[in-house]
């Protein structure tokens, strides 16, 4: 079991609720991933809008309701410590919950956090009894700051957003992961294929987030549940205790009565 | 008077947050979030909030989200 801010849950995989081809593709890939925790966002609507209740947000909310997970809203777009701040407490009251996943961007090209604002955000957030899940780097000095600020997780990225080049510097995420032994730690960002997801787990990481990797995938409902069974199997290799990998090649089989060997 | 509502230039004669929502036609059980000039607005005060020329107000709903 995997605990977050003291809910424990057995899904170790979270779920992002963007970019699926309909809305009944998005309810049946959360269903066949077995994802306990899906993230939402806040977004401009009008008044007009609330009458086509499938785009709607009305129609949305009704569809993640339905589901019965739990709700992760995020402050996507926010390039400032006040956006953050402003959309969070309108994520708190919108959707009932002091979780929220805290984006503060400095670059639109690569969709970095901005390490600055996202310390002192979560500053802010954690004061005003918030419970944060920072979307961070691998940056260690980030980190301190973050958990000192009251964050009780991380949650380093893998690659840039929906750029499914899986984990761009494992050294880094290894070295996070042995800095922050009893940490919750969350891979988040970047995640292209199950083997991305299964080396984070591998690697010791308690859970892993994604969204692009299985909505834009051909069957996203088959991918979903190809990314729960890599998520389970990369966590049960951890516990499994891995080889450590040799320079050279170690023979399997037994070297003594090898037929035809002489020794001169 | 002129406000912005959700990014672009807007006419209302609401004189509070409360009246713009009921104005524009959002339902009563609307799930939406509210901000004026980059704060949050809870939906307890929206009906003390008075509105002046120029504010900039945010109606938001519940959306997808990675």
């Known amino acids: 079991m995997v605990e977050f801010y003291g809910q424990k849950l057995g899904s170790r995989l979270l779920m992002g609720t963007a970019m699926y081809p309909s809305p009944e593709l998005l309810q049946k890939a959360v269903k066949a991933s077995k994802a306990q925790i899906v993230t939402v966002s806040l977004r401009r609507e009008a008044a007009r809008q609330q009458s086509a209740q499938q785009q709607s947000g009305q129609g949305f909310w009704e569809?993640?309701?339905?589901?019965?997970?739990?709700?992760?809203?995020?402050?996507?777009?926010?390039?400032?410590?006040?956006?953050?701040?402003?959309?969070?407490?309108?994520a708190r009251e919108m959707f009932e919950t002091a979780w929220i996943k805290l984006e503060v961007i400095a670059n639109d090209d690569t969709l970095q956090p901005d390490l600055f604002g996202l310390v002192e955000a979560a500053q802010i957030l954690s004061k005003d009894g918030f419970e944060v899940f920072p979307y961070t780097t691998e940056d260690l000095g980030a980190a301190d700051r973050l958990l000192e600020a009251g964050c009780k997780l991380l949650m380093p990225w893998g690659a840039p957003i929906g750029s499914a080049?899986?984990?761009?510097?494992?050294?880094?995420?290894e070295t996070?992961?042995?800095?922050?032994?009893?940490?919750?730690?969350?891979?988040?960002?970047?995640?292209?294929?199950?083997?991305?997801?299964?080396?984070?787990?591998?690697?010791?990481?308690?859970?892993?987030?994604?969204?692009?990797?299985?909505?834009?995938?051909?069957?996203?409902?088959?991918?979903a549940k190809a990314f729960a069974q890599a998520i389970d199997a990369g966590r049960a290799a951890f516990k499994a205790g891995l080889m450590e990998?040799?320079?050279?090649?170690?023979?399997?089989?037994?070297?003594?009565?090898?037929?035809?060997?002489?020794?001169? | 008077m002129n406000i912005r509502l959700n990014g672009a230039p807007a006419q209302t004669g609401a004189t509070t947050?409360?009246?713009?929502?009921?104005?524009?036609?959002?339902?009563?059980?609307?799930?939406?979030?509210?901000?004026?000039?980059?704060?949050?607005?809870?939906?307890?005060?929206?009906?003390?909030?008075?509105?002046?020329?120029?504010?900039?107000v945010e109606i938001l709903a519940p959306r997808q989200g990675g």
Request: proline fraction near 8%; hydrophobic fraction near 45%.
């Open chain 1, 245 to 264: 990998p040799r320079n050279m090649a170690s023979p399997s089989t037994p070297v003594a009565g090898t037929p035809f060997f002489k020794l001169d």
């Open chain 2, 17 to 56: 947050l409360e009246e713009l929502i009921a104005m524009l036609g959002y339902h009563e059980d609307a799930k939406i979030a509210t901000a004026v000039n980059g704060d949050f607005v809870p939906t307890a005060k929206r009906a003390e909030q008075k509105l002046i020329a120029n504010d900039d």
């Open chain 1, 165 to 173: 080049r899986g984990l761009n510097n494992p050294y880094a995420l």
């Open chain 1, 63 to 90: 569809l993640i309701r339905e589901l019965g997970v739990r709700v992760l809203p995020n402050t996507a777009g926010c390039k400032s410590v006040k956006e953050a701040i402003t959309t969070a407490q309108m």
């Open chain 1, 176 to 223: 996070m992961r042995n800095y922050f032994p009893d940490i919750p730690l969350v891979v988040d960002a970047g995640i292209g294929a199950p083997s991305h997801a299964a080396k984070a787990m591998e690697m010791g990481y308690d859970a892993v987030l994604l969204n692009t990797a299985i909505a834009k995938a051909g069957d996203p409902v088959i991918m």
